[in-house]
């Protein structure tokens, strides 16, 4: 069974940077596309950013486009959002998430905390 713990999060001023880690057990893990969402107070949780895993390649929404970087690093099956000029519309509780093609999201973390003031 796979198992994801994202960590990183933590309060910082706008225009200021923080880098999320998804770390997941599990090997098969370095098989799957993992996934950034994020579910500010009062709203649904939403798609931020992805990666494939055999080409890395990457997806953003515009929202953070320009802005934020999804990499991975399949030797340790970790996964970061390097999330740079933040705001305080990106503050919100940070989810990693895995799948496998193009199946329903998986293997939600318990999800980090980002809070960005202004």
């Known amino acids: 069974q796979v198992q994801v713990v994202e960590s990183g999060g933590g309060l910082v001023q706008a225009g200021g940077l923080l880098r999320l880690s998804c770390t997941a057990s599990g090997r098969t893990f370095r098989s799957y596309t993992m996934g950034w969402f994020r579910q500010a107070p009062g709203k649904e949780r939403v798609f931020v950013a992805s990666?494939?895993?055999?080409?890395?390649?990457?997806y953003y929404s515009d929202s953070v486009k320009a802005r934020f970087l999804i990499s991975r690093d399949k030797a340790k099956n970790t996964g970061y959002l390097q999330m740079n000029s933040l705001n305080t519309k990106d503050t919100a509780v940070y989810y990693c998430?895995?799948?496998?093609?193009?199946?329903?999201?998986?293997?939600w973390g318990q999800g980090a905390q980002v809070t960005v003031s202004s």
């Open positions: 990666i494939t895993p055999r080409l890395s390649n990457t």
């Open positions: 998430a895995g799948r496998i093609g193009g199946a329903t999201w998986g293997y």
